[in-house]
């Protein structure tokens, strides 16, 4: 299902990284040529992304305000990886 690595960080079977949105709605991000679309279940809203990635989409700016601010998302933790999973009430 998922394992925590030694960085903190959620990967699924194929090795990708959990990273959450917030707020948590569904959002559209392409990367590069990759596409991506975060799911909201349990009100989490969360994708998983090819290791390779990660710090492109934590590093992105915001298209608003001049590109001064942060794309808001992070690293997903494992409480916020099992409630999308359903695996907490």
Request: net charge neutral; charged share 20%; with cysteine.
């Amino acid at each position: 299902m998922y394992t925590v690595l030694e960085n903190g960080r959620i990967a699924n079977e194929n090795g990708e990284i959990a990273i959450r949105y917030k707020p948590d709605i569904p959002k559209y991000l392409q990367v590069g040529k990759s596409e991506y679309v975060f799911t909201v279940n349990n009100h989490v809203s969360l994708i998983w992304v090819k290791p390779d990635e990660v710090d492109r989409i934590l590093n992105m700016k915001k298209e608003c305000c001049g590109g001064n601010i942060t794309f808001p998302c992070q690293i997903a933790s494992e409480v916020a990886v099992k409630f999308w999973l359903g695996l907490l009430p």
